[in-house]
């Protein structure tokens, strides 16, 4: 009897330890914000721009202000953006991206009003920088990821994959049918883009990515590591080979589509992705490819 009852005393306890770890530890860093369905659609935005302004530069040597500038809303111009030297499929399918990310801008704009496009920092050293954290070492040469179709795909990996992410996060806090509506569209695309950059990593996974002696898969695992390191919220990225155990059904080492246990996407909050996107690991500290923070009122808000 006794030991019973000792025994569920401690029981108790455990549960209350983890409901104080679950309360007062990972909760404040990863709950979801409250916000309204147009702050957390135009948050999006930020990485739209992003995207549009990368891909559109990356394949055709000028972005958003060339095609749609009135979906700036008066933003300043990126700084660094410029055409990568890629091979023709390559440039084909990062040209029809950035048209891609041009609609989504619109669509989102003319369902729940635009935001002023942010200072984007497209420059190569930008990326040197996010690579070096990234790999933990400074790369000599530094990385240049509009120097070759392999550079700007692991370039590419940063992104879309980030934006979907995010779709899938703002999910379970939106409030109207048309918001969910919107984002389960805008997710399939983005997924599809993330999907096909995976692919194409993939069938080069094995191929070094001169002169640094690494590997493809040696940067996606790291890349997918440093952005959990900066998230702060556990494991929702993964590289494109995983040991068994994180592949899916615990079958195989290959890991084209980033996922969890049960193969479903991974969620991630605004504040972790300004984390990773800042590459500062603090959404209250812009950096990155977002100098001076993200637009909109949760970005902003999140940086006081
Ligand atoms: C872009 O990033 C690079 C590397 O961090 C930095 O040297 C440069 O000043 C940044 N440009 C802008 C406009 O923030
Ligand atoms: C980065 O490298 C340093 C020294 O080489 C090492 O001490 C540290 O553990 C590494 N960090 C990560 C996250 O791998
Ligand atoms: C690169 O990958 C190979 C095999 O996949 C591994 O043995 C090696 O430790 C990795 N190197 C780095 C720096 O991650
Ligand atoms: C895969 O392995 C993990 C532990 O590593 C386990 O939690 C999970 O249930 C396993 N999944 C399947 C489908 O067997």
């Known amino acids: 009897m006794a030991s019973r009852s000792c025994f569920s005393a401690l029981l108790l306890l455990l549960v209350a330890f983890e409901f104080i770890f679950v309360i007062g530890v990972t909760l404040p860093r990863c709950r979801p914000i409250v916000a309204n369905d147009n702050d957390q659609i135009q948050f999006a935005l930020n990485l739209e721009f992003l995207e549009a302004d990368f891909f559109l530069f990356g394949a055709l040597g000028k972005g958003l202000d060339d095609f749609a500038p009135s979906l700036a809303l008066g933003g300043p111009p990126p700084a660094g953006g410029r055409m990568a030297n890629l091979d023709?499929?390559?440039r084909r399918i990062i040209e029809e991206?950035?048209?891609q990310e041009i609609g989504h801008i619109r669509a989102i704009t003319q369902s729940v009003g635009g935001i002023r496009r942010p200072q984007l920092n497209l420059s190569a050293e930008a990326f040197a920088a996010i690579m070096n954290q990234a790999m933990n070492t400074t790369l000599s040469p530094p990385f240049n990821p509009y120097a070759n179709s392999i550079n700007y795909l692991l370039a590419s990996y940063v992104i879309p994959y980030v934006g979907l992410v995010g779709y899938v996060g703002t999910i379970p806090n939106l409030d109207r049918k048309t918001s969910l509506s919107l984002v389960a569209s805008l997710l399939g695309v983005e997924a599809g883009q993330d999907?096909?950059?995976?692919?194409?990593?993939?069938?080069?996974a094995d191929?070094?990515?001169s002169p640094y002696g690494l590997t493809v898969t040696n940067f996606t695992n790291r890349i997918s590591?440093?952005?959990?390191?900066l998230g702060m919220c556990g494991v929702k990225d993964e590289g494109l080979m995983v040991p068994v155990q994180l592949g899916a059904e615990?079958?195989?080492t290959s890991n084209i589509l980033s996922a969890d246990a049960n193969s479903l996407s991974y969620s991630r909050t605004p504040a972790e992705i300004l984390r990773i996107v800042y590459g500062t690991g603090s959404e209250r500290s812009p950096g990155?490819?977002?100098p001076k923070g993200g637009s909109?009122?949760?970005?902003?808000?999140?940086?006081?």
């Open 225 to 229: 590591e440093f952005r959990n390191r």
């Open 207 to 209: 191929e070094t990515v």
């Open 195 to 204: 999907a096909v950059i995976r692919g194409l990593l993939y069938e080069r």
């Open 97 to 99: 991206f950035g048209y």
């Open 288 to 290: 990155g490819f977002f």
């Open 250 to 252: 615990n079958r195989t």
């Open 88 to 90: 023709p499929t390559t």
């Open 296 to 304: 909109g009122r949760i970005a902003m808000r999140l940086l006081q």
